[in-house]
Every structure is written in structure tokens, then in C-alpha cells.
């Protein structure tokens, strides 16, 4: 995070500022960054195809977590999985026609959802795509002269302590995927694959338990952290999400380029561009 020197006053103007740092170098790696990543994962999710690598009948494969769970499946679709592998079976009938048959568009809205509301996301993006402001003592965009914010159109912001439930049943979700990667058809073993999708729950998940609303529900509510046994543990809850959450915009970041690059993984493995080398011979 980029400190401020000094500052006596706000400078007037887009951009302006005082400042002897390079201040700008933040917001426009969060606005390449997310831009990069939003673009990559719509056009992954309108693909629809080449999702999974190995997902027989049997137990294992390898399944993107841009995909996971998969909720419903078009069957007969190159780089896909078998009906068994579907919560509640065959694609429904009421899905939309201007819309592909990818199960991403099922389930993306609620990690989408997480990360649009999270705190650190929030300081990111209102800087590097509104710029009001775009960083610490650095003049602003013109805006409305009355603050509304986050109980004006962002009051969706509030939404974050529930998204947090599906987010926490997500990281175990693909924790199970990870098992899943150590399989082929019932047969142990292990690939460049298992490798990426086991590293990516446990980023998911460092980001996730370091959320604040997580701190808050685990270890928050409380006046005193000695008082009773139960509030000795909130206290113990305190501490060890609290060394998560200093790490909270690092692992956010590591398991943002995490998710996309296992989806990249699987999808070229999946078509054949790449070879996954593992101990199945295949
Ligand atoms: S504050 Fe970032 S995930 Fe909750």
C-alpha cells in the first residue's frame, strides 16, 4: 500500500497532488489487473466447453473452479463432464436462449458478488475506476457535492456478510475438486493439475477466512475477550484471522490470478495444447 508523505492540504484538480511517491503505480495495476481479469473470466464463462479434463463416469478429473460446482450440465459438449458428475442433472429447459449453456453463468454470480463487496476490493476499484479520489491526498474527479455513498447505489455493498456463507461453502466446494484432481477413474495419483487445483483452495480460503465480516462473525460482538470461556475463544478466532486479514489484499490478488490460471490450465489441457504431466500415463 503506497503512504502518503506529508500532506498540509487536499490539492484541487484531477490528479493533483503533492506527493513525491509514485501513487499512481496502484491504481493502474488494479485497474489493468481487474480489467484483464473480468474480460478473461466473461469470455471463459460464455465458452461453455473445455471445463474439465478426465471427468469419466468414474472418480476424478480435473474441473476449473471457474465451473465448480456444477450445478446443471449440457451433456455431449467438447472438454465437459458427464451427467454424473451434475448437482441436479440435465440442463433445464427455462435457461435463457441468448445465453450458452455454460454452467459458469450459474454460479459466478456469488464469488462475483464476494469480491465486488469486499473491503479491499472497494478502496481498489472506487480509486482506480471512479478516482474519487484516485489515491491518498491526490485531487479527485469532480463529483456530487453531497456524499451518498454506500447507501446510494453501492448500498449493494452491504450484501458482503452474506455472500461471505457462499463463499465459505465454495472453498470447500473446490477443496473437494482438489480431492477429485488426485483421481482418475478411481485410480490415486497425482498431476501438474492436482498441483493447481489443490494450491487454489487454499489461496481461496486464506482470502476468504481473512475477511473482515468473517473476523467479525468468528471473533467479533464481543466487549471483553477474557471474561468467559467463549469469549477466550472469539479472542483465539480474533487472532489467527486477524494474521490472515493484514495479509487480506495480497491473497486476494494471489487467488484472483489463481482462479484464472487454473481455468486457463484445464481449458488447455482440455483442447489439447498442452499435456499435463502426471502419473495416470495419459
Ligand atoms: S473484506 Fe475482503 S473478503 Fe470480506
Redesign the pocket.
Known amino acids: 500500500m503506497a503512504t502518503a508523505t506529508a500532506i498540509s492540504r487536499h490539492s484541487k484538480g484531477f490528479a493533483l497532488n503533492e506527493r513525491t511517491d509514485n501513487w499512481w503505480v496502484g491504481p493502474l495495476a488494479v485497474l489493468g489487473g481487474l480489467l484483464a481479469f473480468i474480460i478473461y473470466s466473461t469470455w471463459a464463462a460464455f465458452q461453455g466447453n473445455h471445463y474439465s479434463v478426465g471427468m469419466s463416469e468414474g472418480f476424478g478429473g480435473y474441473l476449473s473452479p471457474m465451473y465448480s460446482p456444477l450445478v446443471y450440465i449440457m451433456e455431449g459438449v467438447e472438454g465437459g463432464a458427464p451427467l454424473s458428475h451434475s448437482l441436479l442433472g440435465t440442463w433445464p429447459d427455462w435457461w435463457p436462449s441468448f445465453l450458452p449453456a455454460s454452467p459458469a453463468f450459474i454460479i459466478l454470480g456469488f464469488p462475483v458478488l464476494?469480491r465486488f463487496t469486499?473491503?479491499?476490493?472497494r478502496k481498489a476499484y472506487y480509486r482506480a475506476f471512479t478516482g474519487t479520489p484516485p489515491a491518498c491526498a491526490v485531487g479527485s474527479l469532480p463529483r456530487r457535492s453531497r456524499y451518498v455513498g454506500e447507501t446510494g447505489l453501492m448500498v449493494i455493498q452491504n450484501l458482503?456478510r452474506y455472500a461471505?456463507y457462499f463463499?465459505v461453502a465454495l472453498i470447500f466446494i473446490l477443496s473437494y475438486d482438489a480431492v477429485l484432481s488426485f483421481f482418475r477413474d478411481g485410480v490415486l495419483g497425482v498431476g501438474v493439475g492436482s498441483i493447481v487445483l489443490l494450491i487454489n483452495p487454499i489461496l481461496l480460503g486464506s482470502?476468504?477466512f481473512g475477511?473482515?465480516?468473517?473476523r467479525h462473525l468468528m471473533g467479533g460482538r464481543r466487549d471483553c475477550f477474557s471474561c468467559d470461556v467463549r469469549a477466550k475463544v472469539a479472542h483465539g478466532n480474533w487472532k489467527w484471522i486477524t494474521k490472515l486479514n493484514e495479509n487480506?489484499q495480497l491473497l486476494?490478488w494471489c487467488s484472483l490470478i489463481w482462479v484464472g490460471g487454473a481455468d486457463v490450465y484445464v481449458r488447455l489441457v482440455s483442447m489439447g495444447v498442452i499435456t499435463d504431466l502426471n502419473t495416470w500415463g495419459i
Open positions: 464476494f469486499c473491503y479491499y476490493y458482503h461471505l463463499a482470502y476468504t475477511c473482515h465480516s468473517f487480506h486476494a
